[in-house]
């Protein structure tokens, strides 16, 4: 069973780079076919795709997000990370990592249990 | 300000069943495959189905998912209280700056 926890700051300032983990564990980034995700969730609102990164380090972002976004992965601790710099307000959300699967078209099917980053001085 | 619309809210009692519907463009549902996400209250989404109609293993077949055209439906049959929860759909839009968009949101209520 594939599990993914995210790890990471709750408070991050105005004008800083929230940075945030995702680990996984029950399988291994490395062995390829994922794309390995972040996706957010302003509170009360609905989901937002932020990107993700195939195993070999490509990466796809969100074009409304891409002059802020990097993800990266690490093979080695079996992890990926979020960075998103120049964050406001408007950035505070739970923040969700997720492996996207691929049958005919991308998919969803494992989800961290997501972390709240709340953008405040 | 999501590329794929869905009803707010449906509602039915136990038992009864509930559509949700939602409606694309030929730059996303036209011409890609729709996967459906239950949100239940303080949670993690979780996937019901995926390439339109597929459900993962562990997913009873109360849920069901169609697509024509450029929108697609999600059915829940046999409705419970547990069913109680918002319900997403996602796809992959292939216009310029592709990427990866998910629905409104609907909430479903059993009454």
């Known amino acids: 069973q594939v599990q993914l926890q995210e790890s990471g700051p709750g408070l991050v300032k105005p004008s800083q780079t929230l940075s945030l983990t995702c680990t996984v564990s029950?399988?291994?980034?490395?062995?390829?076919?994922?794309?390995w995700s972040w996706i957010r969730q302003h509170p009360g609102k609905g989901l937002e795709w932020i990107g993700y990164?195939?195993?070999?380090?490509?990466?796809y972002y969100n074009p409304s997000l891409k002059s802020r976004v990097t993800i990266s992965v690490d093979t080695s601790k079996n992890q990926f990370s979020l960075k998103l710099s120049s964050v406001t307000a408007a950035d505070t959300a739970v923040y969700y990592c997720?492996?996207?699967?691929?049958?005919?078209?991308?998919?969803?099917?494992?989800w961290g249990q997501g972390t709240l980053v709340t953008v405040s001085s | 300000q999501s590329v794929l619309t869905q009803p707010p809210s449906v509602s039915a009692a136990p038992g009864q069943k509930v559509t949700i519907s939602c409606s694309g463009s030929?730059?996303?549902?036209?011409?890609?495959?729709v996967s459906w996400y239950q949100q239940l209250p303080g949670t993690a989404p979780k996937l019901l189905i995926y390439?339109?109609?597929k459900r993962p293993s562990g997913i009873p077949d109360r849920f069901s998912g169609s697509k024509s055209g450029t929108s697609a439906t999600l059915g829940i049959t046999g409705l419970q209280t547990g069913d109680e929860a918002d319900y997403y759909c996602g796809t992959w839009d292939s216009s310029l700056s592709a990427h990866y968009v998910f629905g409104t949101g609907t909430k479903v209520t059993v009454l």
């Open positions: 029950g399988g291994s980034i490395s062995s390829g076919g994922y794309y």
């Open positions: 990164i195939y195993y070999s380090g490509s990466t």
């Open positions: 997720a492996r996207g699967a691929y049958s005919s078209s991308v998919f969803f099917d494992y």
């Open positions: 030929s730059s996303n549902i036209g011409n890609n495959y």
């Open positions: 390439d339109n109609n």
